[in-house]
């Protein structure tokens, strides 16, 4: 069975950081490129970062470079994303998702696999 398991999530003044991890399981991590994406209600689904499984390269939106960082441990098939400087503009569910390559998770949709989500609320 596929599992994508985000944790890490909850609220958060602005200015302030929180990490998002998502624990992988259910398929060969190494062989998906796995990122985050995210949606507010009213709004489409915004990429914020993936990082390939090929070469490491990592990807982010431009809302977010700069501010968030990403990170995967293969060997605990686990990707986890550094937020700081987080404002409200930042509050949203935040989805884990694994695909061959990054490009439609930077746009937000069609992905392979992807988790049940995280709230994430940055309060003013």
């Known amino acids: 069975e596929v599992q994508l398991v985000e944790s890490g999530g909850g609220l958060v003044q602005a200015g302030g950081s929180l990490r998002l991890s998502c624990a992988v399981s259910?398929?060969?991590?190494?062989?998906?490129?796995i990122g985050w994406f995210r949606q507010t209600p009213g709004k489409a689904r915004e990429g914020v970062s993936c990082?390939?499984?090929?070469?490491?390269?990592?990807y982010y939106g431009d809302s977010v470079k700069g501010r968030f960082t990403m990170s995967r441990d293969n060997a605990k098939n686990t990707v986890y994303l550094q937020m700081n400087s987080l404002n409200t503009e930042d509050t949203a569910v935040y989805y884990c998702?694994?695909?061959?390559?990054?490009?439609?998770?930077?746009?937000?949709?069609?992905?392979?696999?992807w988790g049940k989500g995280i709230l994430v609320t940055v309060s003013s």
């Open positions: 259910g398929f060969t991590f190494d062989d998906y490129a």
């Open positions: 998702s694994a695909d061959d390559d990054c490009l439609r998770t930077m746009e937000g949709y069609g992905m392979t696999y």
């Open positions: 990082i390939r499984s090929s070469d490491g390269i990592t």
